[in-house]
């Protein structure tokens, strides 16, 4: 991660860095939720490049209840679809 995005401080080395992909709306919410719940256990950082920000476990958290009211009012509006 370091390498691939120089300009960013991680705030320390850390030994592990994971990845997250997601391709639907309600994997969005699911893997937040995992994020948080993660962060809340260490000392970590999440890392959105979509907004170029670190974030703590409490923000995490708070993106999480996001993308789960996203996916809500999105499956409310279209119908429950996965592949949105």
Same mark, same amino acid.
């Given at each position: 991660m370091a390498e691939t995005c120089p300009e960013t401080d991680f705030r320390g080395p850390w030994a592990y860095a994971y990845a997250f992909y997601i391709a639907t709306f309600p994997a969005c919410a699911g893997t937040w939720i995992a994020i948080a719940a993660a962060l809340r256990l260490s000392t970590g950082v999440a890392f959105d490049p979509q907004e170029d920000? #670190? #974030? @703590?476990? /409490?923000?995490?958290?708070?993106?999480?209840? /996001?993308?789960?009211?996203? @996916?809500?009012? #999105?499956?409310?509006?279209?119908?429950?679809n996965t592949s949105l």
């Open positions: 920000k #670190l #974030l @703590t476990a /409490e923000a995490a958290i708070r993106y999480a209840h /996001e993308a789960v009211a996203s @996916t809500a009012r #999105l499956e409310a509006q279209f119908g429950r």
